[in-house]
């Protein structure tokens, strides 16, 4: 049960607030009035702690949705995808539940005003990286204030993050016009020299604006087919995914590499398949030539045929980690890598 001190000042809390969180390690529910100063409780639980702060949870939910026994379970079903009414988001912010802060990062209803509402919750959470990874996916978010303030968040916790595929999003995310500064940029093409999870989301991110520091040059390959690998950024970005395949060591990272080639270089005759054979087949059936350049047009047609399928069943069926991708799946990456040093060299 709540102390009836504890009671009273989170009703007076949840009356004057318009957004309140929960800080479960130091005991304290926070609230956000209207003219966005911080109201502060410090709770004082006579038994467990983590017991108490469900309590506050539920007084919190009953207080402001009217729902008893904790936070709704259908907006824990919903609250990834987008979902939940416009109607509710404003009281979501009240709950001191991360899952609601969550749903409201995900909706498709979103202003200025809640989004710093949002990020405002979500400070000092275990789930803050995910949300602003969220709020940035939202276009209007990269314009704002509080979105370059998430991008400095998530990049001073980059390197506590563990799992690759949230260094790509990452990387991708906060690459995104006007979040972060010209020296931030540098500093992350530098990291992805060493781990190239970040180069992934370079070149997701970042196709036509790619730093240039082995002062790559154009090329000028005549047949139509060819045009598109000509420009300095086209070969920046192919001299990058050679860079990445070679030091494959990480499935997610060989999956995502695999999809932007593929669909930078797609070809309306040529139809991404699961095996390599199956991309030659297709192009011997067009019967492009060139005099001079035949070579280039085949590495060109079969680069654009790459994707995820040529390796994700492999990797699966033995467990691949590490090194052990690279020397399995040779017979795939050899002919990839060997197509993309024919296109980028002079």
Known sequence: MLEPEDILKLNVLIATSIAIRIDTYKLVVVGLNTQLKEQTIELKPSGDSAAYIKEVKKLLVTQVLGAMGGYPSYLKRWSRMGQVESSNLTSLLKLGEVEAVVAVANSTNLDNQLLKLTWWCATN???????????????????????REIAEYLLEFLPF????????????????????????????????????AFLVGFVERMQGKLPN???????????????????????????????????????????????????????????????????????????????????????????AGVNERLVVSTISAHNLTGSAIRKKLAPVLEPIQKALAILTTP
């Open 125 to 147: 959470t275990d789930n803050q990286a995910e949300i602003g990874r969220f709020l940035l996916t939202k276009t209007f978010v990269t314009h704002t204030e509080t979105g």
């Open 213 to 303: 520091e082995l002062n790559i040059q154009a090329l000028n390959y005549q047949h139509p087919d060819l045009q598109i690998i000509n420009s300095e950024q086209s070969q920046i970005f192919l001299t990058t995914l050679a860079h990445i395949l070679k030091k494959i060591n990480q499935e997610y990272v060989l999956y995502r590499a695999l999809e932007v080639l593929g669909k930078y270089l797609s070809h309306e005759k040529i139809i991404m398949q699961d095996t390599i054979d199956k991309i030659n087949i297709q192009i011997k059936s067009l019967d492009l030539t060139s005099n001079t350049e035949q070579n280039q047009l085949n590495a060109r047609l079969l680069l």
């Open 161 to 196: 993050v563990n799992e690759t595929e949230q260094l790509i999003d990452t990387t991708s995310l906060v690459l995104q016009d006007g979040l972060i500064d010209q020296k931030a940029k540098a500093r992350l093409w530098q990291q992805g020299q060493r781990k190239t």
